[in-house]
């Protein structure tokens, strides 16, 4: 019951975070994704050691819950950046997106376990939804901040795929996911930190601009 509410809920993020245009809500989205990771990943402790679940706590409640979302909040107070993420499209179409991601998901889930497969039908839709959103949000984004943030939403969703598949995903796995999470922020923020002293600005259209 409770691993059923917290993917519901890990969905109701999916479809805010298509809604909104503040980055202040992107990084509030980052952190419940987290918590509420941290609990689907708890409903599986039953199956795995105490030292991967012990491991997969630290990457979900202090990784992603906390330090992510407080670093990119950093990033953004240090280098001014817009508060509206500024879509190339309109918000109501993103939700419509959104939902027919998230529906067709839900189809592709149903016809692969009418298939044999075995999956919970609930648990790889969401996660499916979750990587496919996490493109759209970098697509459909200018902030190369927000692009940041949709590479977030995309690995939780890889994140909540891995345990709903496998019932103890190798540490070095975890450990390999966990880095990409770290490099990725890490490089974005000095990449940041650069095109701002160049461009004075973080919005990705400008690099239209740039010719031969």
Known sequence: MIHNLVVVLFGVTLLYISTTSRLGAYIKVLSVQGLLLFLFSLSHAGNMKLGHTMILA?????VKA???PLFIHYIIEKLD????TEPY?????SLIVATAIISVSFVLSVALRNAGSGVDVLTFSISISA???GLFIVITNQKLITHVMGFLVLENGVFMMSLSLAS???VVVEAGVLLDVFMGVFLMGIFLNRMKSTFESSDVTL???LKD
């Open 58 to 62: 630290f990457e979900t409640l202090v």
């Open 66 to 68: 906390a330090v992510t």
């Open 81 to 84: 950046i817009k508060r509206v």
């Open 89 to 93: 499209i309109d918000n109501f179409i």
């Open 131 to 133: 990587v496919v959103i």
């Open 168 to 170: 103890e995903v190798p």
């Open 207 to 209: 690099l239209r601009r």
